[in-house]
């Protein structure tokens, strides 16, 4: 059966996982996380794509972001994993490749999902036990949005900026959000969603965005179908066996 393709909408915001090979390491050095964010820097710009949140763990990568054209997201990532990888093969004397296939992501509703995303992707770190405090880790986007560090590569989703009329207002916010963690089924739900290529939310956003791209964004139900009640005969009926 093929698979099917990414789900993309103009404007939208996803949620992007892209793994090392057999969930072995991408980065071993400082250097390495730089020249990786030096390529998406690049990425982004050729693209025209929009980074709101980021993280780069040990052996993967989640990113926030959105497009307005159908094949930025898809370019991107082929750009800056073909570039990292080159450089990193030659850096290291290793060969082959360095990804685990296709990256993963969906579609997120704005309402429920990109803030929950921000902080699923910035804690990270602490669900690793890396860090101690979000603040710590270098390599997300955490410091930006909890504490005003500047940070090019990003670009302020619409769900963050409403947060408070100003940046201070914003961070205080944020930071008090980001305190609060997240409920567990939410964050199972964007996981799953994530890694299996459905659409996470509610049943409306689900439904506008199937009736947008044509196709099933939910997972279809398990198990058979269930039976139909087949009507009782009539006298002077009797049903055939």
Known sequence: MPRLPRLFLPGQAHHVIQRGNNRQAIFWHDEDYHLFLSHLA???????????AYVLMTNHVHLLVSAEAAAAIPRLMQSV??????????????????????YKSTILDSETYVLACHRYIEANPLRAR??????????????????????????????????????????????????????????????DATNRGWV??????????????????????????????????????????
């Open 81 to 102: 994993g073909r570039r990292y990888v080159t450089k990193v093969n030659r850096a290291y004397g290793r060969t082959g490749t360095l990804w685990e296939g296709r």
């Open 200 to 241: 996470p939310g509610s049943g409306r956003f689900q439904s506008e965005i199937a009736a947008a791209l044509g196709r099933r964004v939910t997972p279809p139900r398990r198990g058979r179908p269930p039976k139909t009640q087949e009507p009782a005969p009539t006298e002077g009926h009797p049903r055939l066996l």
């Open 42 to 52: 690049d990425g982004l710009a050729a693209e025209g794509c929009r980074l709101h």
């Open 130 to 191: 890396m860090v101690t405090a979000a603040a710590a880790y270098p390599w997300s986007s955490y410091r930006c949005h909890a504490l005003g560090r500047a940070d090019p590569l990003l670009t302020p989703h619409p769900t963050y900026t409403a947060l408070a009329p100003t940046a201070s207002g914003r961070q205080e916010a944020y930071r008090a959000l980001f305190d609060q963690g997240l409920d567990d089924d939410l964050l199972d739900a964007l996981r």
